[in-house]
């Protein structure tokens, strides 16, 4: 093989590598971005209907589970009735290391990444390496709707 044939190969393998490469990187980004975990459950909601300008309803309080909640990943909130109609939100992003939260479950708040709990009622933390509370969010119930507050 002459050195010029022999330099038309490296220049081939190089770009076989490098292609296969950018292929598996742009596969793990994409794996990345579009997954949205829900650890198993149902909790996680789409946006709320309407929207700006819209509705603005977030869920009817017949959505919310005694004792429970729901995510509303879209908004960035988590939506709790600890006891017969109390309504608590708030944020759905763990203060560990800013993972969504993925359940309500037992009165508490659950993050599926290192294992964070928070209480239903006040969002501090009742478990995990969580350091602070989650911050609560604003919420209004009006009728059977619950909205964002403004």
């Not at 579009?34 to 198993?40: A, I, L, P």
């Not at 603005?56 to 939506?79: C, H, M, R, W």
């Not at 763990?94 to 969002?123: L, N, R």
């Amino acid at each position: 093989m002459s050195a010029s044939q022999e330099h038309e190969v490296r220049l081939g393998r190089r770009t076989v590598v490098t292609g296969v490469g950018a292929v598996g990187v742009a596969a793990v980004l994409t794996a990345c971005g579009n997954s949205k975990d829900t650890g198993g459950s149902d909790a996680v909601e789409p946006a709320a209907e309407g929207g700006p300008g819209g509705s603005g309803v977030l869920a009817k309080t017949t959505d919310i589970p005694e004792g429970g909640g729901k995510i509303f990943a879209d908004q960035g909130v988590v939506v709790t009735q600890p006891k017969a109609g109390e309504f608590k939100a708030f944020s759905s992003k763990c203060t560990h290391q800013g993972c969504a939260v993925s359940s309500v479950s037992g009165g508490a708040i659950i993050c599926p990444c290192h294992g964070s709990k928070f209480d239903a009622a006040t969002g501090e933390v009742a478990g995990g390496p969580a350091p602070k509370p989650l911050p609560a969010a604003s919420i209004k119930v009006e009728g059977d709707s619950i909205m964002l507050a403004s």
